[in-house]
C-alpha cells in the first residue's frame, strides 16, 4: 500500500478535458453533447394523445395568421383559409415538417468555435431584452450600448457561453427605429462566437441578413446557418404580421428560426400541464410548418417560452414544478418530430440577485439539462421576470451553465482501473491529496465553482464578508479589464459601418430614444 | 366558442390534490411516491464494474472495524478477521444484505403521519447538527433548547417535511452529556410527525430506545419501525466503536439505521467519481452487511454524505456536477441491492443565505429527484457547510421540497379531456383567466410559491422591497404564532419525564456547555 501506480496518459476525452481546465479560463468550451438519459415523463401513448390533441387543435380550432402573405401562402399551400383563420390538415403538418433538418451547424466568424445543435447537441445562449440592467455597481437603470456591448464582451469571454445574441440589454441612447443596426454590430464585432439576429421587424430582419451577407458572404448564407431569429408567437393561437415578416426574412435566406409560442400557464393556456403542452405544440408545429412553405429544407427549431401565472396578481412565475415538467414534456414531443428545440435558462422573478433568483435559476438550469433542450437561451443575467439583465447574476449563471455542463456530460470512466488502484494503495483510514493520481487529476475530476465561496466563516470575514453579488461583480470587472477583442477583416468592417451609415440616414429617427418596443 | 364545458369531478388523484392545496397549509404531505423516470447513468455493465470493484475492495482491501465487538461479530459470522482488518467475501456480503427489506413503513405517533420507505416511496427530513443558528433576526449565534424547540415546531408546520429529526441545533445550553435526552425530548413532543434517533454513543442511544420504548411500546417497536439511526463512516473504509455500539443499540429493537460513508471527494476518496462510488459502496455495503450480522432482517438504510473538496482550500463544496453524477449512481447501486437509499439535500456552502445557497440548495435538490432517494436528509436550513442552520433558509427549503415533491409526482392527466374543451372555448387570440376550468383548477394546477416574489419592482417596493430572507423570517414568526402542539398521552409525557430526570441523575453533567461533540 504505499508503491504509487502508474500514471497512464491518453490522448482520450479526459486529456482533452484537463486541457480545457487548464487553457485560459475564457476559451469558449465546446458545444455540449449530453449523455445524461432523458427526463422522459411521458410513454408513447401521452406523446400520441398530446400529438392527436395538437392535429385536433389545428384541424378544428385553428390558428389565426394576422398577415396577408402568409395567408395566400397558406392558401397556396393547400391549407383552408377563412379570413385570418387557417385550418391544417394533419396530413399537411406531418408532410411539411417532415423537411426541417433535425440536426445543424452553426458557423461562427471564429470556425473553431462552430456549433452543432440538434440531437444531443445543445448550446449556451445567454439573455436578451432587458429594458434595464444592474450594473458593475448592482445600480438597476436603463441601458446604453456600452453596457450592451460590456455584455458581449463577457459573453465572449465566459466560457459555457457559446453565443453574445443580440440586445442582451436594451440600449437606450440610441433611437429605436435604427438600434437593431447597432445591436447587431455590437454583436459581430466584440466576439467570435455566434450571435443572434434581431425580429424587431421585417425590415430590421432584412438588415441582420445584409449585415450578415456582408460578414459572411450571401452565398455561403444559402448553406451554412450563421445566426437565429426569434419569432414569438401570441398565444393562444395567434401569428402576427411582424413576426412572419421577419421569420420570412430569415427563412428566405435559409437561416434558423425559434417558433416560440409565449405560454404564460392558466392566463394564454388552460390549468393543465398536458393541454398547455398541447396548445403550445400546435402553435409551434403551426409555425415550424410555415417556415418551410417559405422554403423547403430551411433549418427552424421549436420554441417556446414558458412560465406559469401567479393567480394572486397575474405575475408570471419562474422556477416552478410545471415549468420543469412542460420542458420535460416540450423536449419528448420535439424529439418525436425530430426537430432541434429551444428553452429558456435560469428565469428569475427575484427583484435583486438574492437566494430566490438562485434557486429559481438553478431549478430551470436543472430541467433544461434533464429535458435535453438544444438551443438554451436566456442563459444568463435574466432577473425580475427579464425586467432587467443582472451583471452579477450574468457572471454566476454563465458559471452554473458550466457545471451543468459538466454534469451532462456524465462520469468520466477512462481512469476508473488508475483510481481503484489508488484506493488499493491508500487504505483504509489514509487520505488521497498528495497521492500522484489526485495530484494528476483534481483539477478534471471535480469541478471547482470560483463564484462560491467555501471558506469558513473566519476566512470569508477577514476578506471582507463579501455575498456572491460582490464577488460576482468583482470578477465581471477583471473580465473586461482582460477583454481582447477577437479581429474582425478590416474590409468587411469597414462595409458593415458603411452599411450602418446608410441605413441610418435613410431611416428616420424615431424622437422617443426611452421606449422599448 | 362560448358554452363552458361540463365541470367533471373525479374521486382520483386531482381531487385529492385539490384537498391537500386547501387544507391548512401546515398539514403534512403524504410520503412522496416519485413517477419520474430516474437519471440512471450507468448501463448494467457499468453498475457491475461498480459491484465488480466495491467486492474487490471488501475482499483484497478490507475494511477496519475498530470495535472489538464488531470484530468477534464478524469472526462468528465467517469473515476473515486480521487485527481490526475485516476482510469480507463477496458472497457472504451477497448473503447477508439480501435480508433488508426493500421497503418497510415507519410509525409516527400520528398513524396519519406514517410513511413508506423504499423503492419509489421517499421522505424529506431536514437538516441536523449545526453549532450555529441564523435566527429569526438572521444573526447568527450559538443554539439553544429552545431553538431546537423553534426548528421541531416548524418541522411539524411545514408539509413537505416528513419528520422533526433530532438535534437541527445543538442545544448549548445544556450538558453534553445529558444533551440526547432532551433533544429526543423534544423531537417526540413538539410534533407528531416522525423523528430521528441521536447516535453520539452506544449508551445514548440506549437511552433513546428505552424514550422509544415509552413512547410506543418496546414490543410494538420489535415490528414497527418509528425511529432512525446514523452511524457515519470514517472513509476511506473505517468504521468506529461509537458508531457501531450504536448501530447495534438500533438494530437490536429492530430500528433503522443509515450506514453512511462520509465522503469528501478527492480528500478521502480517489480523484475520480466512478472510483469514489466504488469506495463508498463497498463501505456502505460493509456496514449493510453488519446490520445483518446484529440481527437478520432488520432494516437498514444505504447511507452516504457526498461533498467534494476544494483543492485551493480543502473546503467541503456543495451543488457541484459531481455530487449529481455521485447521486445518480448511488441510487443505482442501491436500487441494484434492493436497498432503500439515503442522501443529503439543498446543502449550502454559502455564509449567508445569498443567491449561492439558492443555486447550491436547488441544484442539490434537483439531483436529489431525479437519483430517486429515498431518506432525503437535510432537507431544510442547512447552510455554511453544515456550520449553521439559517431560520430563514429552513422555511424556505422546506417550500422548494414542496415544489420538487409536485414535480416528482409528474404531470397530472385526468382532466385533460376538460382542459383540452377550454382550448376549444377560448381560441384563438383569447384568454384562460375567466374559464370556469382555470377557475377551478389553477390552484392544483400551478404551483404558487409563497416565498417567492413575482410582483413588479413597483409593488415589491411599495411593500418595503424585501429580500427573500426577510420574508421567510416573516412566515417563520408567523407560523409559530400559529403553532399547536399535538396531544401526548400524559401518561407517555410523565414517563418521559421521569426517564429524563432518572438518567440526568445518573450521567454526570459534562463541565464545558458550550463544546460540541
Same mark, same amino acid.
Given at each position: 500500500?504505499?508503491?504509487?501506480?502508474?500514471?497512464?496518459?491518453?490522448?482520450?476525452?479526459?486529456?482533452?478535458?484537463?486541457?480545457?481546465?487548464?487553457?485560459?479560463?475564457?476559451?469558449?468550451?465546446?458545444?455540449?453533447?449530453?449523455? %445524461?438519459?432523458?427526463?422522459?415523463?411521458?410513454?408513447?401513448?401521452? +406523446?400520441?394523445? /398530446?400529438?392527436?390533441?395538437?392535429?385536433?387543435?389545428?384541424?378544428?380550432?385553428?390558428?389565426?395568421? *394576422? @398577415?396577408?402573405?402568409?395567408?395566400?401562402? &397558406? *392558401?397556396?399551400?393547400?391549407?383552408?383559409?377563412?379570413?385570418?383563420?387557417?385550418?391544417?390538415?394533419?396530413?399537411?403538418?406531418?408532410?411539411?415538417?417532415?423537411?426541417?433538418?433535425?440536426?445543424?451547424?452553426?458557423?461562427?466568424?471564429?470556425?473553431?468555435?462552430?456549433?452543432?445543435?440538434?440531437?444531443?447537441?445543445?448550446? =449556451?445562449?445567454?439573455?436578451?431584452?432587458?429594458?434595464?440592467?444592474? @450594473?458593475?455597481?448592482?445600480?438597476?437603470?436603463?441601458?446604453? %450600448?456600452?453596457?450592451?456591448?460590456?455584455?458581449?464582451?463577457?459573453?465572449?469571454? $465566459?466560457?459555457?457561453?457559446?453565443?453574445?445574441?443580440?440586445? +442582451?440589454?436594451?440600449?437606450?441612447?440610441?433611437?429605436?427605429?435604427?438600434?437593431?443596426?447597432?445591436?447587431?454590430?455590437?454583436?459581430?464585432?466584440?466576439?467570435?462566437?455566434?450571435?443572434?439576429?434581431?425580429?424587431?421587424?421585417?425590415?430590421?430582419?432584412?438588415?441582420?441578413?445584409?449585415?450578415?451577407?456582408?460578414?459572411?458572404?450571401?452565398?455561403?448564407?444559402?448553406?451554412?446557418?450563421?445566426?437565429?431569429?426569434?419569432?414569438?408567437?401570441?398565444?393562444? $393561437?395567434? &401569428?402576427?404580421?411582424?413576426?412572419?415578416?421577419?421569420?420570412?426574412?430569415?427563412?428566405?435566406?435559409?437561416?434558423?428560426?425559434?417558433?416560440?409560442?409565449?405560454?404564460?400557464?392558466?392566463?394564454?393556456?388552460?390549468?393543465?400541464?398536458?393541454?398547455?403542452?398541447?396548445?403550445?405544440?400546435?402553435?409551434?408545429?403551426?409555425?415550424? !410548418?410555415?417556415?418551410?412553405?417559405?422554403?423547403?429544407?430551411?433549418?427552424?427549431?421549436?420554441?417556446?417560452?414558458?412560465?406559469?401565472?401567479?393567480?394572486?396578481?397575474?405575475?408570471?412565475?419562474?422556477?416552478?414544478?410545471? /415549468?420543469?415538467?412542460?420542458?420535460?414534456? /416540450?423536449?419528448?414531443?420535439?424529439?418525436?418530430?425530430?426537430?432541434?428545440?429551444?428553452?429558456?435558462?435560469? %428565469?428569475? #422573478?427575484?427583484?435583486?440577485?438574492?437566494?430566490?433568483?438562485?434557486?429559481?435559476?438553478?431549478?430551470?438550469?436543472?430541467?433544461?439539462?434533464?429535458?435535453?433542450?438544444?438551443?438554451?437561451?436566456?442563459?444568463?443575467?435574466?432577473?425580475?421576470?427579464?425586467?432587467?439583465?443582472?451583471?452579477?447574476?450574468? +457572471?454566476?449563471?454563465?458559471?452554473?451553465?458550466?457545471?451543468?455542463?459538466?454534469?451532462?456530460?456524465?462520469?468520466?470512466? @477512462?481512469?476508473?482501473?488508475?483510481?481503484? !488502484?489508488?484506493?488499493?494503495?491508500?487504505?483504509?483510514?489514509?487520505?488521497?491529496?498528495?497521492?500522484?493520481?489526485?495530484?494528476?487529476?483534481?483539477?478534471?475530476?471535480? =469541478?471547482?465553482?470560483?463564484? =462560491?465561496?467555501?471558506?469558513?466563516?473566519?476566512? &470569508?470575514?477577514?476578506?471582507?464578508?463579501?455575498?456572491?453579488?460582490?464577488?460576482? $461583480?468583482?470578477?465581471?470587472?477583471?473580465?473586461?479589464?482582460?477583454?481582447?477583442?477577437?479581429?474582425?477583416?478590416? #474590409? *468587411?468592417?469597414?462595409? %458593415?459601418?458603411?452599411?450602418?451609415?446608410?441605413?441610418?440616414?435613410?431611416?428616420?429617427?424615431?424622437?422617443?430614444?426611452?421606449?422599448?418596443?
Amino acid at each position: 500500500m504505499s508503491a504509487s501506480p502508474p500514471i497512464r496518459t491518453r490522448a482520450g476525452g479526459r486529456a482533452a478535458r484537463r486541457a480545457i481546465r487548464t487553457a485560459p479560463d475564457f476559451d469558449m468550451l465546446p458545444g455540449l453533447t449530453g449523455t %445524461l438519459p432523458l427526463c422522459n415523463v411521458m410513454d408513447d401513448g401521452q +406523446i400520441a394523445r /398530446i400529438d392527436a390533441a395538437s392535429m385536433d387543435i389545428l384541424e378544428n380550432v385553428g390558428v389565426q395568421f *394576422r @398577415d396577408a402573405i402568409a395567408l395566400e401562402d &397558406w *392558401r397556396r399551400a393547400g391549407a383552408k383559409v377563412e379570413g385570418e383563420m387557417v385550418y391544417l390538415d394533419r396530413g399537411l403538418v406531418r408532410d411539411l415538417i417532415r423537411t426541417i433538418p433535425s440536426e445543424f451547424t452553426y458557423h461562427a466568424r471564429d470556425p473553431k468555435k462552430n456549433l452543432r445543435l440538434g440531437g444531443r447537441h445543445s448550446v =449556451f445562449v445567454p439573455m436578451t431584452g432587458a429594458p434595464y440592467l444592474r @450594473d458593475l455597481d448592482d445600480v438597476r437603470r436603463n441601458p446604453t %450600448l456600452a453596457d450592451l456591448a460590456m455584455f458581449h464582451k463577457l459573453s465572449h469571454m $465566459l466560457p459555457a457561453l457559446h453565443s453574445t445574441a443580440h440586445h +442582451i440589454v436594451e440600449p437606450y441612447d440610441h433611437p429605436i427605429s435604427q438600434r437593431h443596426l447597432r445591436i447587431t454590430y455590437s454583436s459581430m464585432k466584440h466576439s467570435d462566437k455566434m450571435f443572434m439576429g434581431m425580429t424587431t421587424s421585417p425590415k430590421n430582419a432584412e438588415d441582420v441578413m445584409e449585415m450578415c451577407a456582408i460578414l459572411f458572404g450571401a452565398d455561403y448564407m444559402e448553406t451554412h446557418p450563421v445566426t437565429t431569429g426569434n419569432c414569438n408567437g401570441n398565444s393562444p $393561437l395567434v &401569428w402576427d404580421e411582424t413576426m412572419l415578416g421577419a421569420m420570412r426574412a430569415f427563412c428566405k435566406r435559409n437561416q434558423p428560426v425559434l417558433c416560440s409560442p409565449f405560454v404564460l400557464g392558466g392566463a394564454n393556456t388552460p390549468a393543465s400541464v398536458p393541454a398547455s403542452v398541447a396548445q403550445l405544440n400546435a402553435e409551434a408545429l403551426s409555425a415550424l !410548418a410555415y417556415t418551410q412553405v417559405i422554403r423547403r429544407g430551411a433549418p427552424a427549431i421549436y420554441g417556446h417560452y414558458l412560465s406559469t401565472v401567479s393567480m394572486r396578481s397575474g405575475a408570471p412565475m419562474a422556477g416552478t414544478p410545471e /415549468i420543469s415538467l412542460m420542458n420535460f414534456m /416540450i423536449g419528448q414531443m420535439a424529439r418525436h418530430y425530430g426537430v432541434p428545440w429551444r428553452t429558456s435558462n435560469t %428565469l428569475g #422573478g427575484a427583484k435583486t440577485f438574492d437566494a430566490q433568483a438562485g434557486y429559481e435559476s438553478a431549478a430551470t438550469l436543472s430541467a433544461v439539462i434533464h429535458s435535453g433542450a438544444n438551443y438554451i437561451w436566456h442563459s444568463a443575467g435574466w432577473n425580475e421576470a427579464g425586467m432587467h439583465c443582472s451583471t452579477a447574476k450574468f +457572471i454566476v449563471d454563465a458559471e452554473q451553465c458550466a457545471m451543468a455542463y459538466r454534469m451532462a456530460e456524465g462520469p468520466q470512466w @477512462d481512469d476508473f482501473d488508475q483510481a481503484l !488502484a489508488a484506493v488499493c494503495d491508500i487504505g483504509p483510514g489514509g487520505h488521497y491529496l498528495g497521492h500522484p493520481h489526485t495530484q494528476e487529476n483534481f483539477q478534471s475530476a471535480y =469541478f471547482m465553482p470560483e463564484m =462560491f465561496d467555501n471558506n469558513s466563516i473566519e476566512q &470569508w470575514m477577514a476578506e471582507g464578508a463579501q455575498e456572491i453579488t460582490a464577488r460576482a $461583480l468583482t470578477r465581471a470587472r477583471k473580465l473586461l479589464k482582460d477583454y481582447e477583442e477577437p479581429k474582425l477583416d478590416p #474590409g *468587411r468592417n469597414e462595409a %458593415l459601418l458603411a452599411y450602418i451609415a446608410r441605413r441610418e440616414r435613410e431611416i428616420p429617427a424615431a424622437d422617443e430614444l426611452n421606449q422599448s418596443y
